[in-house]
């Protein structure tokens, strides 16, 4: 069986920083691209980072450019995404996604393209 399970979600402040990361076991994923997508209350889930299966490429979603890094350690089939100067807007459930196929080329940002996904995790943002 296939899990992705996440941790370090939490409660911040306006500016403050978190680091998000997800597991993988049950089969590798170092050939799949992987991302973060999220999902804030009454909006649709959204894309926002990748990080590639071949060079570590990473795509980010305008809105956490600069702020956001996503990061992956293949031989532990771990992914982060280390967050700072987080907003209000960041607010959010975030989930980590595997690639549903894999050595797919291209910067892969559509929800329908993956095949695995965390259970989420909160993340919130005071003002």
């Known amino acids: 069986q296939v899990t992705l399970v996440e941790s370090g979600g939490g409660l911040v402040q306006a500016g403050g920083s978190l680091r998000l990361s997800c597991t993988a076991s049950g089969r590798t994923f170092s050939t799949h691209n992987m991302a973060w997508f999220r999902e804030a209350p009454g909006k649709e889930r959204e894309f926002v980072a990748v990080?590639?299966?071949?060079?570590?490429?990473?795509y980010y979603a305008d809105f956490v450019k600069g702020r956001f890094t996503i990061s992956r350690d293949t031989a532990k089939n771990t992914v982060h995404l280390e967050m700072n100067d987080l907003k209000r807007d960041d607010t959010a459930v975030y989930y980590c996604?595997?690639?549903?196929?894999?050595?797919?080329?291209?910067?892969?940002?559509?929800?329908?393209?993956?095949?695995?996904w965390g259970q989420g995790n909160q993340v919130t943002v005071s003002s």
């Open positions: 990080i590639r299966w071949s060079g570590g490429d990473t």
């Open positions: 996604a595997a690639d549903l196929r894999p050595m797919r080329m291209g910067a892969v940002t559509t929800a329908n393209d993956y095949g695995y």
